[in-house]
């Protein structure tokens, strides 16, 4: 079974540091997504990635976000300057096609829990 | 608003019945939904995907119904185990394709 892959799988960091978060995604996927989870609420959408560039973004995606697809099989989330509220557990994922196709499987990683102290 | 609500209390049943989820929306009208178990401290992982002019999709003992009109789905667990204890999120998409809402989630709880 293809697996998308997350590292660090736990971070704590200082307030205002910046962090990156590594994802890599099954290797015939064109489709990337970050989601965060607070701990006790929803899974929330932050961004899709397609054809190195960002497709979709909500809210929460602000400027202190950024995405980027370093080499062929890396997928990383930074957040420039992490505040409290950014503790989250940060998923990423990935699709071979769009999650408009019908039939498509969206496959989520494991997750990397930000604690932001 | 979109919204997407699930029954937020846990569902506590016997180990042998079936358990069935419910998820209702409002302000979408989806090409189809989705159905997610989610463990604790683990990524959503995907079961089911129905699409809005099927009424009723199955994959072993897990059956899913969609009414647009009542704009609900309801998803059964037909002989449950205790193995099937775990937060069940629906997630509707956006209709461009691109990303997922998801609702809050219910958790269920199989006794044996």
């Known amino acids: 079974e293809p697996e998308v892959t997350q590292t660090p799988s736990h971070q704590v960091t200082q307030m205002g540091q910046e962090v990156i978060l590594r994802c890599v995604p099954i290797s015939n996927h064109l489709y990337f997504y970050w989601y965060r989870q607070i701990l006790g609420q929803k899974v929330e959408f932050l961004v899709s990635?397609?054809?190195?560039?960002?497709?979709?973004k909500s809210e929460i995606f602000d400027d202190q976000f950024s995405v980027e697809r370093p080499d062929g099989s890396n997928f990383t989330l930074k957040i420039r300057s992490t505040k409290l509220e950014d503790s989250a557990m940060y998923f990423c994922?990935?699709?071979?096609?769009?999650?408009?196709?019908?039939?498509?499987?969206?496959?989520f990683g494991e997750g990397s829990w930000l604690t932001v102290v | 608003s979109q919204k997407i609500e699930q029954n937020s209390e846990a569902l506590n049943i016997q180990e042998g019945k079936t358990a069935t989820l419910t998820c209702n929306y409002t302000?979408?009208?989806?090409?189809?939904l989705q159905w997610y178990r989610q463990d604790p401290g683990r990524g959503p992982v995907f079961l089911l995907l129905i699409r809005e002019n099927e009424k009723e999709k199955r994959k072993e003992r897990l059956k899913v119904t969609f009414d647009t009109t009542l704009k609900q789905s309801l998803f059964h667990i037909t002989a449950s185990q205790p193995a099937d204890s775990a937060t069940y999120l629906c997630a509707l998409d956006n209709n461009a394709g691109n990303m997922l809402t998801f609702g809050g989630g219910t958790r269920l709880m199989v006794k044996p």
């Open positions: 302000n979408y009208s989806p090409a189809y």
């Open positions: 990635f397609y054809n190195n560039e960002i497709s979709e």
């Open positions: 994922a990935s699709s071979e096609v769009s999650t408009g196709v019908i039939g498509n499987t969206i496959y």
